[in-house]
């Protein structure tokens, strides 16, 4: 245990350099001007745990039992978990580092154990279904497939719940006793889970089996849509840049991810240039097809009209589709090919606006549902 804690702080500088470098590397590219901070401070532990190494600090035995060492010596006690986790231990899964975490809440210890699941090599002449993810915050998620089936998943009562969070977050601050310290640390926590949960929900209806998922690349996404804030914001736009910082869709991504390869499934990312801007039936982009940056897409070439993050997640599977296409012909998968150079961008811009939606025929439709719900 006591070569653990090393191990342990190491690995948490090691990630946090992983960090700086990569900002950094933003920073040089433009992608950002902002400079990463998680180095100014001494990382801290909010847990008093330390990781716990398989077969030697911990190991499973018969009859749902592990042994765990701990400064008293070694214990065996019983266990319980989910039946699918549980058959992945029972067959013999490989298993790797684990952590103890308890809950004061109902006074229960947790083991988490990382587990290695292999999953199947994906073909891709064998993908039958293509989808496009676009995320944004009136509607977390909005899927569609190249069948015109689409589903929108809203955010309109996880942003209230947050919402409830942060005004009870300013009451406990103008407070600021010991009670109410601890109430916001419990405060923070559920917040926390509140977007895990919710990203848990919408990652396992997205992440279908045999399946192109299609996602925009979000790098930078914050400092190339920065608005206005401070004393010069209104009320309500501070209360969206609020809701926009909050939010993990990179989380959200990761989910989609690794679920999706679970699945049997596979995760792309796209270039996420004009995906709401550009005509899908024309291939016309313009800042004018958002009349005043609202949800309605209107082009002004050819007057297409439709729900702005429907527009956005159909560019993004019709450029999964691309990528697909790429990688049947060349037998590499590259989403995002090397645009430090403006004719290399310009050409894969050209590219996408040669795509065309064409399973639709009135400029008024909006996709058959995925889900009634």
């Not at 060492?69 to 067959?91: C, E, F, M, P, W």
């Not at 299609?214 to 209360?239: H, Q, W």
């Not at 450029?319 to 790429?326: E, G, N, S, T």
């Amino acid at each position: 245990m006591a070569c653990n804690v090393p191990r342990q702080v190491s690995g948490t500088y090691k990630t946090l350099w992983t960090k700086l470098k990569q900002s950094n590397d933003a920073i040089a590219s433009c992608y950002t001007k902002r400079r990463y901070k998680g180095l100014d401070k001494a990382p801290k532990y909010i847990s008093g745990t330390c990781t716990l190494n398989y077969q030697r600090d911990y190991s499973f035995k018969t009859e749902r039992r592990v042994s765990i060492i701990t400064l008293q010596g070694r214990i065996v006690v019983s266990y319980d978990g989910y039946n699918k986790h549980l058959d992945l231990i029972a067959n013999g899964a490989r298993m790797g580092a684990a952590k103890i975490v308890y809950q004061r809440s109902s006074k229960i210890y947790y083991l988490m154990v990382s587990l290695e699941v292999e999953t199947p090599e994906i073909d891709p002449l064998k993908i039958t279904r293509m989808d496009g993810v676009d995320v944004g915050m009136r509607y977390l998620a909005v899927e569609t497939d190249l069948q015109n089936k689409s589903k929108f998943y809203s955010g309109k009562n996880a942003r209230h719940k947050a919402n409830r969070y942060h005004k009870a977050r300013m009451t406990l601050q103008r407070k600021d006793t010991r009670s109410a310290k601890r109430r916001l640390i419990a405060l923070s926590g559920r917040e926390r889970r509140l977007i895990a949960d919710v990203n848990h929900q919408i990652s396992n209806d997205i992440a279908k089996p045999n399946t192109l998922i299609g996602l925009e690349s979000l790098t930078g996404i914050r400092d190339r849509t920065r608005t206005k804030s401070g004393n010069k914001a209104s009320k309500k736009r501070r209360r969206a840049n609020r809701n926009k910082a909050k939010w993990s869709y990179s989380e959200l991504h990761g989910y989609i991810d690794y679920k999706a390869n679970l699945n049997g499934s596979l995760a792309t990312k796209v270039p996420a240039h004009y995906t709401s801007k550009s005509c899908p039936k024309r291939g016309h982009s313009s800042d004018t097809n958002r009349p005043n940056k609202g949800l309605l897409f209107r082009c002004e070439c050819c007057s297409h009209e439709l729900h702005a993050d429907l527009v956005g997640a159909r560019n993004i599977a019709m450029r999964a589709l691309l990528v697909r296409q790429d990688w049947t012909s060349t037998g590499s998968l590259s989403a995002s090919p090397n645009v430090s150079n403006g004719e290399t961008k310009a050409q894969i811009l050209q590219r996408f606006s040669e795509l065309r939606w064409t399973s639709d025929a009135s400029p008024h439709y909006s996709g058959t549902p995925l889900d009634a719900g």
